[in-house]
């Protein structure tokens, strides 16, 4: 039992994460356990800088971490405030018909990352149901509720180059880009496609979503077909777990209904 106890007591394996997510793990941790009441202010950048020692920029980014999960709130010269002992909880959008399937509520907003054109490869040809070598604009967002809350997805667009003005109202409202084209171009979705998967999150957006490279995921694609069948616009949205539900009621029919 002792050769036991000292193999057990051997040097402990480094944290391999950010030193800024451990700081927030650990504040958060102790939100959680009601160090700090509601309202109270947090101890200054200086003081936590000292007691974990960290630099200041590394305080600030933990602190940015918990204001986007919803619990604390910071202000320029003034501190920081608690305003919750957990994150709120996840998303839910709830659906009543399939067009709500769709689109995201009214308080979300999509934020424009970077835009280019490319040629699809033969994988982007068979998702998207086009020729390999065809030219489309490939646009990538995120999709956040508030300005200040962590991402609700990583979204992949690719529209048609000729639809690319459409560009300029994406993140005005909520008006879905498939919305725009119409408006815009005069033409008409007549089909759309909705396909949803479980994926995981890769590492070239685990960063951006703040989550770890392979957290699971939902991945939700749609594709917009015109009245000739011809798909004019993809999109791909990538939700993290637990940020994001789909809630659907369905009900039943009345007997002899």
């Known amino acids: 039992m002792r050769r036991y106890a000292r193999a057990m007591t051997g040097p402990v394996p480094p944290d391999p994460r950010p030193r800024y997510r451990q700081v927030a793990e650990a504040l958060g941790a102790e939100l959680g356990a009601g160090a700090w009441p509601i309202g109270a202010m947090l ?33 320029q010269g003034s501190g920081t405030t608690v305003l919750a002992h ?39 040809a068979a998702r998207l149901g086009c020729a390999p070598g065809d030219p489309w604009l490939r646009v990538e967002a995120i999709r956040r509720v508030r300005v200040t809350a962590a991402p609700l997805c990583f979204t992949t667009l690719l529209i048609r180059p000729e639809y690319a003005e459409a560009l300029e109202h994406v993140g005005g409202d909520s008006t879905p ?71 659907a009621t369905l009900r039943r029919k009345a007997a002899g209904g």
């Not at 200086?46 to 202000?75: I, P, Q």
């Not at 769709?102 to 490869?121: G, N, S």
């Not at 909705?194 to 960063?207: G, N």
């Not at 699971?216 to 791909?236: K, N, T």
Request: net charge neutral.
């Open 86 to 124: 957990s994150p709120p909880g996840r998303f839910v959008q709830d659906i009543s018909d399939m067009g709500e399937l769709l689109q995201y509520p009214q308080e979300t907003r999509l934020t424009v990352l970077r835009a280019r054109e490319i040629r699809a490869d033969a994988e982007t």
């Open 43 to 75: 101890p200054t950048e200086t003081e936590l800088c000292a007691r974990f020692g960290v630099s200041r920029h590394t305080v600030r980014d933990a602190l940015r971490l918990l204001e986007e999960g919803g619990m604390v709130r910071r202000r």
């Open 177 to 247: 880009l498939y919305a725009v084209i119409e408006a815009r171009f005069g033409m008409r979705a007549a089909a759309i496609e909705v396909d949803i998967a479980a994926a995981r999150v890769p590492a070239s957006e685990a960063e951006i979503l703040q989550v770890d490279a392979g957290a699971p995921a939902l991945l939700i694609r749609r594709r917009y077909l015109d009245e000739a069948g011809r798909p004019f616009e993809m999109s791909e949205s990538l939700h993290p777990a637990p940020r994001f539900t789909y809630r």
